[in-house]
Each structure stands twice: as C-alpha cells, then as structure tokens.
C-alpha cells in the first residue's frame, strides 16, 4: 500500500452539494493527520487538522478512522469557491517523530453553477 | 505580514549550471522543508530541517544540497541541474510547537532546466 493514496477525483458536482473525500494511509504509527487545499498552480494552504474525535469548521467535517487507517473530508453546501484540489497529508516518520510529512497525490474538486 | 518567500518564482536555465533558490520566513519557526511538486506525483519532500544546523533528507534528496545557517533562511541548491529537476518546488515553514503542526508555504519557484 502506498503511503498516503487519495482518489485523485476529479470530482464534478453542481452547488449546493455534499461531496467526501477519502484518504488511506500506511504507517500505523502516524500521529497527526491534516487537509491542505491547493488552488490551481498556487501554494498549498491548511484547510484544517483532523482529530480523533473527529471535527467540524463550518461547511467541512473530517473524521480520523485508525482502525481502518483512512481520514476522510466532508464538504456540504458546496459553493463554487470550493473548486480546488485537495491534499491528505499524514506524518509518516516510522521514528516517531512528526516532523515529516508525505501528501497524498490530491483530489480535484470542480463545483458547477 | 507573517509569510515565507522563494525567489527566483520562475526560473530557466541549462543541464549543469549550479543555481540557488532562496527561502525565507518571518515568523521564527524552527522547521522548515522543501517539497516538489510534479504532475501525477503530487508533492514530494526533498530536505527539511529542524533548526539551525540541522537538516536530513526527504523522500527525494538525490541531486539537491541545502544548509541552515540561520533559522530564517533555508535555500536549495542545485549543483548541477538535470532536465528531470524540472518542476514546481515549494519551501514551507513550522513551529515545532504547535500540536498541527501547521505547515505555511511559499508562493513556489517554477524552474525549467534545459
């Protein structure tokens, strides 16, 4: 199983609508888990972490599932400005430290008037 | 304005010519890290560093050389670049302390090597 591996979509849907995101991981050992948002040939930026209890800010929800090692990302209400690609990341040093990171290849998202 | 910055942003130059990218943040984090993104391969780690003078390999440091001589700065350096260094690389910043460890990027480089 590769490290981090996301659908890579792309995901078309129209506004307004639910859309989720899965994302599986490897390393067992993993501690910190996160979603990225990167809009098309710009920097990545921090959408939100992912706790184990689960999280919401707003429109978005992320669950963090370690028994099955995936975190997935739920977006409602989907507006257009949500068109971006969208990056699991997970801390995958074996070490134990969470200083290393690897991102998942991303998922595009388009919504549609 | 809390923020990382690469130069140069868009660069072109020949297979064996050394070059240096520039990196740096004004926010006293003491990790920092550079990652390049390439199509269908999403972003990889090349080098990162934990705090002056400390530094250890990515996922992809074969060709790559970085040193962190002061905490605000981390450059990259190409001896001798290769076209398959051809792509979009992005340095980032973090505070070890923070739990999320949430990492800020730089607005990228665009490098080209023929």
């Known amino acids: 199983r590769k490290e981090v591996e996301q659908d890579p979509g792309p995901f078309n849907v129209p506004e307004g609508a639910t859309v989720a995101f899965n994302c599986t991981y490897s390393?067992?050992?993993?501690?910190?888990f996160f979603w990225y948002r990167q809009d098309c040939r710009k920097e990545p930026k921090l959408l939100m972490s992912v706790y184990s209890s689960g999280n919401e800010d707003g429109r978005f929800t992320a669950q963090l599932n370690r028994a099955s090692q995936y975190i997935s990302l739920l977006i409602r209400d989907s507006k257009l400005s949500d068109s971006a690609t969208y990056l699991c990341?997970?801390?995958?040093?074996?070490?134990?430290?969470?200083?290393?990171?690897?991102f998942g290849k991303g998922t595009l998202l388009t919504v549609n008037p | 304005e809390a923020q990382v910055t690469q130069n140069p942003r868009y660069l072109i130059t020949v297979t064996g010519k050394k070059l240096t990218v520039t990196c740096s943040q004004n926010m006293n984090h003491e990790y920092m890290s550079w990652y390049r993104q390439d199509p269908g391969l999403g972003l990889r780690q090349i080098y990162y560093s934990m705090n002056v003078e400390v530094t250890d390999k990515g996922d992809v440091p074969e060709g790559y050389k970085v040193s962190r001589k002061e905490k605000r700065n981390f450059p990259l350096i190409l001896e001798s670049p290769s076209p398959n260094q051809t792509s979009l690389y992005f340095c980032?910043?973090?505070?070890?302390?923070?739990?999320?460890?949430?990492?800020?990027f730089g607005p990228g480089t665009r490098l080209t090597v023929t």
């Open positions: 980032a910043s973090s505070n070890l302390g923070l739990a999320e460890r949430e990492q800020y």
């Open positions: 390393n067992s050992a993993s501690q910190s």
């Open positions: 990341v997970v801390n995958t040093d074996s070490g134990g430290s969470n200083y290393k990171l690897t």
